[in-house]
């Protein structure tokens, strides 16, 4: 890969590590798949592919949509590589530790609206996964959202849900003081698909986190 | 000797008494398993009877291991939940008789941060728990003030999907021990891996298994795939808590964290992340006393006051309704 001198680690997430770069001399990242050496060769050959091919295939969707995404530069499915615009701004994880952190809430929950509404599941939205950059509105400011590793195309409400519980479930363990669960979800339901879609957490948290026990 | 905690647990199929020192020393584990007929479930009200039966007994080879009488414990403390009505109710009044008996207080915890405290006993000071059994699959740790859940299964417990297959397949319960002993690779067939976020679902590849089954793929190879598969969506999501929290320990619990390739699993992504991997003992990952009983001490040492609420069962207590007092 054309690839200009790899700058400073950014992040070393579970699934990728990804590094800073000049992409033709525009600010990039690169994003690389480590293989997991406890899952089975052939089962990490597999993952690997499918979430790199997933999430190049989303990324596009989604600016096709007009979603607030990063650019994607470049894909290698043999380097197990992505690269892809760099951002401006900081994780919401940490935006959402500033005091006035909970403005960002119902901005969030519009833009899961919005993915959702685009025919998209994120399959990993937690607070590390969005960018929040201050500035004036339009041009780089607002809320972007990254890392569709875990994603897929789907108009399910069930996985739609699904989404809206890992980011509950993110919100709860990283900022319970935050109480965002009303305000993600009113921003939310403003969506007018909404309503199916909190029909079925509702029902997933009786199931699920709700009803530990099973026979 | 002074200060011995007696432990009483009884959430699902295990009826056991346990005894340790405030010091960490294990004086005694004594456990009873209820074992269903063979091709059929665990009921709820047979698991009790069970239970109620083998109790009393079990408390008193503890106390013999020991080399205690009641009067010299310093307290009492049962599983409260979360598990199966009729079988937390039965431990619940061995507990409450023992120690009303003997004027000794009374506690009682939650089944599943027993699990992650027992780890602390193996040298852990914060770690992520992963917690594998029939019922519970879940990935817990310390923050805030609570014990939270970062993952867990959206549908069935590992545990149960490995004994729903073994029971399919003829094997008699539980099914996961079996299938350890028969998987043979290192071909792997190709199996729903179902990872979303932090949480793991295993309903959609009992189906697939099952259909394989069906369709005559011999048990060694199955078995092998469902569990290089099931174990791996396990590992991947405790590797994601431990990103997500930065904590550098895991813990292994449950049934399910007795499997030999599971550990392997799991130490292999702990080594590649600088991670230090505890896996207690067999007889400490199983539903024991033990671990209620240490929880019970390292609640009420560390100045937990004991509420009504505290003397109650609860099939749903979740993980993280207790805030955590006592570290």
Known sequence: MALAQPGPLEHRGAEAVVTAVEWHGRPAVVKHRNRRSYRHPDLETRLVVERLRAEARLLERAAEAGLPVPALYAVDPAAATLVMARLPGETLERALRAPDGARWLPQLGELLARIHAAGIVHGDPTTSNFIAADGEPGANAGLAVIDFGLGAASDDDEQRATDLRVMLESLEAHHPELTAREPLLAAYGAWDGAAGVLERLAALEQRGRYNLVRG | ?327
Not at chain 2, 128 to 156: C, K, M, P
Not at chain 2, 165 to 190: D, H, V
Not at chain 2, 200 to 223: N, Q
Not at chain 2, 225 to 234: D, K
């Open chain 2, 1 to 327: 000797m002074s200060g011995a905690v007696l432990g009483i647990e009884s959430t699902a199929h295990t009826a056991a008494a346990g005894i340790v020192s405030p010091d960490g020393e294990i004086l005694a584990d004594r456990k009873a398993i209820f074992t269903p007929e063979a091709g059929s479930g665990i009921h709820p009200r047979e698991a009790a009877n069970h239970h109620a039966v083998a109790l009393p007994g079990l408390v008193r080879e503890a106390l013999a291991d020991a080399g205690l009488r009641p009067s010299e414990l310093a307290l009492v403390v049962y599983a409260r939940g979360p598990g199966l009505g009729p079988c937390l109710r039965t431990g619940a009044t061995a507990a409450r008789a023992l120690a009303h008996a003997h004027g000794l207080p009374l506690l009682g915890v939650n089944h599943c941060v027993a699990h992650l405290e027992i780890g602390l006993l193996e040298g852990a000071s914060d770690p992520v728990l992963l917690y594998l059994s029939g019922g519970n699959t879940q990935v817990i740790g310390y923050a805030h003030g609570r014990y939270r859940v970062f993952g867990e299964t959206l549908d069935i417990g590992i545990g149960n999907m490995l004994d729903k297959f073994g029971r399919e397949a003829g094997l008699e319960f539980p099914g996961g021990p079996k299938l350890e002993a028969l998987a043979e690779g290192p071909e792997l067939e190709s199996l729903p891996y179902s990872v979303k976020g932090m949480d793991m679902a295993f309903s959609g590849l009992l189906t697939a298994a099952l259909r394989k089954l069906a369709d005559g793929m011999p048990l060694p190879r199955l078995a092998y795939a469902i569990q290089e598969t099931a174990f791996a969506m396990a590992c991947e999501v405790a590797e994601r808590a431990l990103a997500h929290t930065g904590k550098t320990e895991l813990v292994l619990g449950g049934g399910v964290a007795c499997n030999a390739r599971l550990r392997e699993m799991a130490a292999t992504m702990a080594d590649a992340r600088d991670v230090a991997c505890f896996a207690p003992s067999k007889a400490l990952c199983v539903d024991n006393g033990v671990m209620i009983a240490w929880l019970g001490h390292v609640m009420h040492s560390g100045g937990y006051e004991t509420g009504p609420a505290d003397d109650r069962v609860d099939q749903r207590f979740r993980t993280d309704m207790a805030e955590v007092t006592w570290r």
